[in-house]
């Protein structure tokens, strides 16, 4: 976990070049954080490295996508689920490999958080005062389910993130200009608000 702006998806620490660098599982550390910032959110780091990918379901369009997937591939398992301002966000282990985080890559109203992502975990306070809170529908002590093999492939077989992932390493001196070009490339997409802001700082890292 760690500790994330009142009503933002934003470290309140420096995470470096990967979110899971700075994150902890010590609740001391974070009764620590909480006593330095008392309305700070919590957040979760997903990737290989904390063995999380998120489903992000934003809305109805990303309701409606869902069902039209699983209606085509099967349900996804029974797993542990976030409810969201607008939806709701299904956690799954990670399979290995590289699973990046996208936006509206597997279909419309659909992120997928993975390497380099994090998303805003229950007690946090969404902007609009909306509390995430965990799906009572839910056993929390079941461990997260597996990606199913459709959903995997789904993600590794289109151009995910194309335009963030592609070429070489950011030059000296040119990390503005082409971190600016991403940012429209990375809007046009559908990609907004704070995580645009995630996508650019993974991009940076990893590039």
């Not at 000296?172 to 802001?197: M, Q, Y």
Request: glycine residues 14%.
């Amino acid at each position: 976990m760690i500790p994330l702006r009142h009503g933002q998806k934003l470290p309140l620490i420096k995470t470096g070049r990967d979110h899971l660098e700075a994150a902890t599982v010590d609740l001391k550390q974070v009764e620590q954080w909480h006593r330095r910032w008392p309305d700070m959110g919590l957040g979760i780091v997903t990737g290989a490295g904390s063995g999380i990918v998120v489903v992000d379901v934003d809305g109805p369009e990303g309701e409606a996508a869902l069902a039209r997937l699983e209606k085509e591939h099967g349900p996804l398992p029974e797993t542990p689920v976030v409810r969201t301002s607008r939806g709701r966000h299904i956690y799954l282990g990670h399979p290995g490999g590289r699973i990046k985080t996208t936006a509206g890559v597997v279909a419309p109203g659909i992120d997928i958080r993975g390497d380099g992502g994090l998303v805003a975990a229950p007690p946090s306070i969404h902007k609009t005062g909306f509390v995430y809170e965990w799906d009572c529908l839910f056993d929390l002590s079941i461990p997260f389910a597996p990606m199913p093999p459709w959903l995997i492939e789904r993600i590794r077989e289109k151009p995910v993130e194309k335009v963030a992932s592609c070429g070489e390493t950011i030059g000296e001196g040119s990390r503005n200009t082409t971190l600016a070009s991403l940012a429209g490339s990375l809007r046009r997409t559908g990609l907004g608000g704070e995580d645009l802001v995630a996508a650019l700082m993974a991009i940076n890292a990893e590039r």
